[in-house]
């Protein structure tokens, strides 16, 4: 890094408060409005004054490394993305409906003056432990580069949403495909445009002509159109109903726009990131061109025209932007535009495997369910005693979503259960059935008998890597 420009999100400066901080992040996870989730929660219907964290996986989470990009799939990323996102959602103004006592006294526990304090107590800290991995280590001025880095983001995040469409068409999985997709980016894009908003209103692009400022564009793909594609997918518009099934990458693409929009010192590097998210919900509508004729649209080739002709726009702006701030800021203006598209376009690139991985892994859950006896064949001919945890739960025992950092099996003896990754996904496990979960796939599950006794073998990273079968985006 360059010693003129500083880290973005320098981590090593908590080191002598590290102790404390995760001492108050245990305190406001368990505040009440985040305790887990009960069977009846599993999709939220609108409740935004309740957010299931998990509070109890806190305790063994030191927080004392940083994310790295080989670690982000894991539980600290994951459990840091839900807190830093429901402290985000405290500085937001959602008042209650219907206007009962008992959402009154919800709203009233949610913006509390402890739950403020608290969660600012924290979030700098989390947002410097879950971020720093985006740093690069020289951020350039040079605006041909710069401007192809956006040109390329944009290229790779179109190529994810192709490869989506085909995987999800190719499995029989188009429907709960895109309902995974547009959980993922639709029912966040209104915390992300706020963000903006606030910064906007703070003074963070007035030195932009309005026409260059970023936005976050309801003409493509088109507010309307997404919502009748999610009417008809069954995703409701409520904010943050379906909190459990929201990736760890897509609350930390949110998280990350307002820790810039925090910080005005940073308002150059939001410019940067801001454009980057404008090119990923750009890119989006190229998934939502390749299947609309799906959900009854009659012009695709429209859509798709219009997809080119805002993606030609975007980088024209984007070069007037480079050219406003190279005239007002000179090279370190520069430098700092650079250094906040190049972190974007990091954690973009974490978003792109996640959600790939994510729903490669759910249009497969069959093989999956066959994948778990080949190793569970393995253990007992060659490592009979690996490791393993055992847990007996009653009836409606319910587990909110969550990630494990390493690749388990479930395997059940007695009792049974139903296992969810996405919403209206079921897949139910009785005695003798077993599932393999990679690791960092989001899933949750609930008991259905009187008593469920179930196994989680950790697999080694060596067993799944040598599966031919396994190799990520194989056509298994």
């Not at 690139?349 to 994948?371: G, P, V, Y």
Request: aromatic share 10%.
């Amino acid at each position: 890094m360059s010693s003129r420009l500083p880290k973005l999100f320098p981590f090593e400066q908590h080191t002598e408060t590290r102790v404390e901080t995760r001492e108050r992040i245990i305190e406001y996870a368990a505040l009440p409005q985040y305790r887990s989730a009960v069977v009846e929660e599993l999709v939220l219907k609108g409740d935004f004054y309740r957010r299931p964290l998990r509070p109890e996986d806190l305790e063994f989470l030191p927080f004392g490394k940083p994310v790295r990009r080989n670690t982000y799939r894991r539980l600290p990323f994951f459990a840091a993305q839900r807190i830093l996102f429901c402290i985000n959602d405290t500085r937001t103004a959602v008042l209650p409906v219907p206007a009962t006592a008992e959402k009154f006294a919800a709203f009233d526990a949610f913006y509390s003056e402890k739950v403020q304090v608290l969660g600012t107590s924290i979030q700098g800290f989390l947002e410097d432990f879950s971020f720093d991995f985006t740093s690069v280590d020289e951020p350039t001025a040079d605006k041909a580069e710069i401007i192809a880095q956006l040109d390329g983001l944009l290229r790779d995040e179109g190529a994810l949403w192709g490869k989506l469409a085909r995987m999800i068409r190719s499995r029989n999985y188009l429907i709960d495909g895109m309902r995974c997709s547009l959980i993922q980016m639709w029912s966040l894009l209104d915390t992300k445009r706020v963000a903006l908003a606030r910064a906007a209103a703070s003074g963070y692009f007035s030195w932009l002509p309005e026409e260059l400022r970023p936005e976050l564009s309801s003409e493509f793909p088109g507010d309307a159109l997404l919502g009748d594609i999610a009417r008809q997918c069954g995703v409701d518009g409520a904010a943050h109903s379906y909190w459990q099934f929201y990736l760890s990458t897509s609350l930390g693409s949110c998280n990350f726009l307002n820790a810039l929009a925090r910080r005005p010192d940073r308002a150059l590097d939001l410019c940067g990131a801001a454009f980057a998210a404008s090119a990923q919900w750009i890119a989006f509508g190229c998934l939502i061109g390749q299947v609309a004729g799906d959900f009854g649209y009659d012009d695709p080739k429209a859509l798709s025209d219009l997809s080119d002709v805002t993606t030609v726009e975007l980088v024209s702006r984007f070069e007037k932007m480079l050219t406003q701030v190279e005239e007002k800021f000179g090279t370190e203006g520069l430098l700092r535009v650079s250094r906040g598209l190049s972190a974007a376009v990091r954690l973009a690139e974490c978003a792109r495997d996640n959600l790939h991985d994510q729903l490669a892994w759910l249009s497969s859950a069959e093989e999956h369910l066959r994948l778990a006896h080949v190793i569970t064949e393995r253990i007992n001919a060659e490592c009979p005693d690996i490791d393993r945890e055992t847990f007996v739960e009653p009836r409606d025992m319910c587990s909110t979503t969550h990630v494990h950092s390493d690749h388990r099996l479930v395997t059940v003896e007695s009792g049974n259960m139903v296992f969810w990754g996405n919403p209206f996904m079921e897949v139910r496990l009785a005695p003798g059935d077993m599932i393999l979960i990679p690791e960092g796939r989001l899933h949750g599950s609930s008991i259905e008998s009187d008593e469920c006794v179930y196994h989680q073998p950790i697999i080694p990273d060596e067993w799944i890597t040598s599966l031919s079968n396994w190799a990520r985006g194989a056509n298994i």
